[in-house]
Structures are given as C-alpha cells and as structure tokens.
C-alpha cells in the first residue's frame, strides 16, 4: 500500500492482534490468518469508522500511521525490527520466471473431432443425466446447511444465475455533519448487490487460455442476466504445481484469460488468492481460476430471474444457435462427459466483443421493461437452460414452482441434434417476456447486432421440443427430481 501511494508506513506489531501468544515479529508479519482487511482511514475521522465496526461486533485495531519516507517501518516490543524502503519489497524484488511448456496432451485435444461420437436418439434421457450431474444439479443440498438470509436482505436466494442482496440504509455508516455539509444530503440511498461465482475446470484443462476467458465472460453474463452491471471481481486461483513446466503453462495462459476477460467487462481483480500444489499420486487437478464477480442493478424492478414467469409469454433466444466450428460447441461439454465418457476437445470459443455486445443489449432490454426471465446458456447448453428455467423457482420450503415450456426448433436445419441440444456455444441467453413484446425484443436485439429468434412460449406441464428430426418432451417433475434431489442421494 505504501509503495502504491509513494508514501512510507510505520506499524506496531504489539498492536496487531494474535492467536497465539509470544508469537515472533517474523511470525506476525508473515501470518497468513484469514479474514482481514488492513484500511487506511482519513485523519480526523477514526472514530466514525471504529463505531461502524463496533456496530457489527467486528474487531479493530490502529496499528500504525502514514509517512512520507517511503519506508515500512515495523516497530515490535520496543525494537524497530523492520526499515526498508517500501517500493524494493513490492515493486522491485526480484520476479521468478519460470519455465512454461505446453503440455503434449493438448495436440490430441486439439486434433478431436465428432467422427465416431453417435448422434443423441434419446433427447430426453440424455438431459436427465445432464441435470442429475454434480457440476449442473441444483447445489441446495449445500447452501441449505447453512442460514444464508442471515442479515443479507436477501432479494434473489440461490438458484438462479446470481444471488441478489439489498445493502440497507441502517448497514451505511451515518455521514458526519461535516460530511454531510460537504455533499448536501445526508441519506445514502440503499444498493442492489448481485453476486456471482464461476469456473468451468474442465474448459481450462483442454484450453486454459479460452477456458478461463469463458469463465469471466460466464461469470458477467450471469450478472447481466440478473440486470446488474459488473463492478469488480475476486479470484481463486486453484492450481497444480507451478514448479513442473507443463502444469505452470497451465497456470500462465489461464491468468492471461482471466486479465482479458476482467479488463474486457471493466471488472477490475481487486483481490484474491492463490491455492498451488493440488495434486496426488493420482495427478493434478484442472487448472481452476474461479473468478466471482460483483455487480450493481440500479433499480428494484430491474432485477431479473431465470425461472419463466406466467403462461403464454413468449421465450426467445438471444445468440447463435450452433458454433460455426468443427465441434459444435461440443468440446469439453459436459454432454461429451456424462453422456460419451469423453473429457475431450477444444472448448467453445469466447469471443470478448460478442459477449459485451450481448451484455449491453440484455441490460437495455432488461432495463427497457421487456424481459421477464433470463438465463445464460451454459454447461449443458440450450436443452439444460430451458429446463432450469421451468423448474428452478421455488416459492417454499420444498416446494417448487414447475412450468413448461413448448419450445420449436424445427427451422433449424442439416446440424446434429445432440449440438443443438447439448452443445455449448457462448454467448447465449434465453429470455421470455410477453408475447405482445417478442417481436420487438427481436427486432431491438437484431439492431444491436445480437442474433436473436422466437422458440417457443411458455405452458403446459412438459418441456416439449420439437426439431428438424422429430419431437421429445420431458415431465416436469421428472427433470426437477434428477436436478433438485441428485446430489442429497449421492450424499446420503
């Protein structure tokens, strides 16, 4: 922080709160204890900040001041145990370069095609083993062990593409008089707080470099599908070894697809952590930058779910159909996986200028009044986010709200049905809103350069489809028992 601002930093190391007593100033300095935030308050103004915590029963301590040496100096029982120049530690260490190769496996990766892969003949079967699978199946068998409405001002609980809190006035700190003089209005209006979590290991081991752009990109559409606009992003970088060339190549492309992906979408990293070394005897894991990004939704009733609203609205998908690509959007998908027992293929490609084009439209959309359900298409593609969106809303302690859906595909011709179906192209969105509206949701989104098309509305107790090569349906209850009870039995 000193070297950033140009200034030096004095600190009291009797001042810092430990765990553990008689611990070495080497000890306290380098202790990576979790759940801690080092700030920098305006002089004058340090009481205003120690009641805000004392408001919600977080500890505090001053430890230290501002300088203008450049110097961090640490001061412990007395001693002064620390005096560097700032800028030397965080500016001008020296930096590893290690050695990055690219991994052997990824010419097979690559050279994968669909000859040999069978086409899907049971549609309907095929999506109940996508939504029974632990990366797609609802997770509430987690997120109910615990009381996550505990002083959140929960708005959109778990399920749909983001989570939606409203940040109170009595949670804002009062201003000061003085403060209040300055901006002539003492009221801090309240927030919409939308917050989403990604990462799709799998992309990032067949293509680290797409796969992490695509985990950024998924991870603001979910946002944009929730009428938010992103503010910033955290990551989790969970990664193999960094000392085997292979694997910190690995590392190295993912990190530069998270940079792209965050300055593309304007989600500047404003923190993180780094998890290395996650490996076994067995192998490393999949290179897994989980990136979770915050975003802003102006207005109450700009925020938007993915469960389809009221019979009879019209459900319109926003983005291309197919990947105009050897492999159809089917690499890597989670349909290769569960249904062909192959993690294999180039993932989909994510194209940053077509997805913040998507972005902005949604929101205009969104914003404009239109649309009354979003949710982005993702693993499992156009098949899952249809049925995720007849059956994720739930109006009661185990008690869902199901409604189908009568979706037509049938004008979509000479494509492979598991590609329509399974495939998972980016930048996709399903929509509904009423039908009055469809034609000038399509028609708006087609002016932005979106490509967008009517399949279907939304009725009846059945996710029915019909293609180019015939019809399918799937029971509602059906598909919600495989994607709501699947992981509690693989629990049990």
């Not at 076994?280 to 290179?287: C, E, F, Q, V």
């Not at 509206?437 to 989104?445: C, H, L, Q, S, T």
Request: net charge negative; hydrophobic share 40%; charged share 25%.
């Amino acid at each position: 922080m000193a070297a950033r601002a140009g200034t030096g930093i004095e600190i009291e190391l009797d001042k810092v709160p430990q765990r553990a007593p008689n611990m070495s100033s080497y000890e306290i300095m380098l202790s990576e204890s979790q759940e801690r935030m080092l700030i920098v308050v305006h002089k004058g103004r340090e009481e205003e900040v120690k009641r805000i915590f004392d408001k919600w029963d977080l500890p505090w301590s001053e430890i230290g001041i501002i300088t203008d040496t450049g110097h961090m100096k640490v001061r412990h029982g007395g001693k002064l145990v620390v005096d560097i120049p700032a800028r030397k530690i965080a500016d001008e260490s020296p930096v590893y370069q290690r050695e990055a190769v690219e991994p052997g496996y990824l010419k097979d990766v690559r050279a994968f095609r669909l000859d040999g892969i069978a086409d899907t003949t049971t549609p309907a079967e095929d999506l109940k083993k996508l939504l029974a699978w632990p990366s797609i199946a609802s997770k509430n068998w987690v997120y109910r062990q615990y009381d996550h409405q505990v002083r959140d001002g929960s708005v959109v609980l778990p399920g749909s593409d983001a989570a939606v809190i409203r940040i109170k006035t009595d949670s804002l700190p009062v201003m000061s008089a003085e403060l209040a003089a300055k901006v002539g209005d003492p009221k801090v209006s309240e927030k919409l707080i939308a917050m989403t979590v990604d990462c799709n290991g799998g992309y990032v081991y067949l293509d680290p470099y797409e796969g992490a752009k695509i985990a950024v990109a998924e991870a603001c559409r979910n946002l944009t599908c929730s009428g938010a606009l992103p503010l910033g992003a955290t990551d989790n970088l969970n990664m193999p070894s960094p000392l085997k060339p292979e694997l910190f190549w690995q590392i190295k492309e993912s990190v530069r697809g998270l940079a792209e992906g965050c300055k593309a979408f304007n989600a500047p990293v404003t923190g993180g952590n780094c998890s290395l070394y996650n490996q076994s005897p067995a192998g490393p894991i999949d290179p897994t930058p989980t990136i979770s990004v915050v975003g802003l939704i102006e207005k109450l009733e700009h925020v938007t779910t993915q469960w389809f609203k009221d019979e009879g609205d019209a459900i319109i998908l926003l983005g291309d159909a197919v990947e105009a690509t050897p492999l159809l959007g089917l690499g890597g998908s989670a349909y290769l996986q569960v249904v062909h027992g192959k993690k294999n293929g180039s993932p989909p490609r994510c194209d940053l200028e077509v997805a913040k084009t998507l972005h902005t439209t949604l929101i205009g959309l969104i914003q404009s009044g239109l649309v009354k359900s979003a949710h982005d298409c993702s693993e499992g593609g156009l098949a899952v986010a249809l049925a995720e969106s007849c059956i994720s809303q739930l109006i009661a302690r185990e008690t869902p709200r199901l409604i189908g859906a009568q979706i037509d595909l049938s004008q979509i011709k000479d494509v492979r049905l598991d590609a329509l179906l399974f495939g998972e192209t980016q930048s996709r969105v399903v929509i509904s809103c009423k039908a009055l509206d469809a034609v000038k949701v399509v028609e708006r989104a087609k002016l932005m350069g979106v490509p967008a098309v009517q399949i279907g509305k939304v009725g009846g107790d059945h996710l029915t489809v019909k293609t180019a090569g015939g019809e399918f349906f799937a029971p509602l209850t059906e598909l919600h028992d495989a994607w709501w009870n699947s992981i509690a039995r693989a629990m049990a």
